[in-house]
């Protein structure tokens, strides 16, 4: 029998506020433990919550930017469990009238585009993280991160494949580093995933029990994590036996999913509105207001660099993977006009040396307007394409500007055509029976003769110059 994946996954993103979500408590990354607390975020008897608006806002911003209806009306619940890492005893989140429902945004998997629907997006608090002693049977428990807001995205079980799943996870992140609201770190634990996945036969409708996959914390390791779990499922249906609904691990190190606790419903966590919070009303002015900040999304952008400025699909995609990048492109072209040699300068040398050193385009040691004066250079035939990547080099490890490294190398190219003429003299002279050659047909030695002359002149000879004259005197 075959059988096909059912992916449904439900996305935690750490929102980029400066105070957690219901108290004034720093969010900031790396602190000492159980520095950043207060009698709110710790669960004191007595304390109130106040929402920060701010996570209204950012939420509200990934909501329309992945096409969902905001909801005029929506609350705040408790979730109730007990966890050593969960000071309160219960999360505050929202249940049955979340922020925003109904979206959907589309991914590419290879050649083919899906649109992928997204359940529902909601706010609620992150909990605390335990740290256990790998010498002692002992854990402790930081409180730092309670309460640092999150947002919560349930996709629809639209995907099949875990390739499909990956590029869903990616397009969100893309989305919410491109709109600000987060950093979307996996490594971090900002940006974490947990993924529901059946298997059914091909072409039924009716769903298969389901696992829910924890602990992935990169791309790979969710491909990886739901590839062995539709095989696992897969395997244990072949022999008879029944998918057990429950919770499971993926552990990285032996590539094995591992059954961790049976799969908790909604009605597990006794979920009930917070009786310490307002329900929370969003008029259509304030909608208005959020969708009128937005940016240009990734997608728009995409599509308008590909009518406005002629670039391939390709091209675009890879210059719209982020924000920051996209702006670096626009910011060079506005002073160079070439847009296909811009968008190949920066895919090939600028993300090659920023790959080579693990920086972000914002940590370019070439800005946008010193790559469009370097290719100002080529344009003009002061230099040759292949110099320009030497003067590119040099601009990124001195600083110094394109015209500098030109002068102070002495690197402007060749176009004298008398002494270009004179070069190429010398090198017909030392190969005759190369010269022989291509007079008797094999034309493709020009390419020799060409690479010859460039080494004469340590690369700066004019290369069209030095193809005419080439031409002419092997004629003759």
Known sequence: MQFEAVIGLEVHAQLKTKSKIFCGCSTAFGAAPNTHVCPVCLGMPGVLP???????????????????????????????YFYPDLPKGYQISQYELPIATAGYIDIEVGASGKRIGITRIHMEEDAGK????????????????????????????????????????????AIIRWLDIGDGNMEEGSF??????????RGSKELGTRTEIKN?????????ALLYEIERQKEVLAEGGHVIQETRLWNPDTGRTAAMRGKEEAHDYRYFPDPDLLPLVIDDQWIALVKSQLPELPDQRKARFMAQYGLPEYDAGILTSSRQLAEYFEQCLAKHSKAKQVSNWIMGPLLGLLNSQDKTIEQSPVSAEALAALLDLIQKGTISGKIAKTVFEEMAASGKTATQVVKEKGLEQVSDSDAIGRTVDQVLAAHPDEVERYRQGQVKLLGFFVGQVMKATAGKANPKTVNEILRQKLAS
């Open 216 to 224: 992935m914390n990169s791309f790979r390791h969710v491909e990886h």
């Open 192 to 201: 974490r995933c947990d993924a529901n996945v059946s298997i059914r036969p």
């Open 130 to 173: 335990l740290i256990h002693d790998s010498r002692r049977p002992v854990s402790m428990v930081d409180f730092n991160r309670t309460g640092v807001p999150l947002m919560e995205i349930v996709s629809e079980p639209d995907m099949r494949s875990p390739q499909e799943a990956s590029a869903y996870l990616r397009k969100l992140r």
């Open 50 to 80: 106040v929402l920060n608006k701010k996570v209204v806002e950012y939420t509200m911003r990934m909501a329309l930017a992945t096409n969902c209806n905001i909801a005029n009306h929506s609350r705040f619940a408790r979730k109730n």
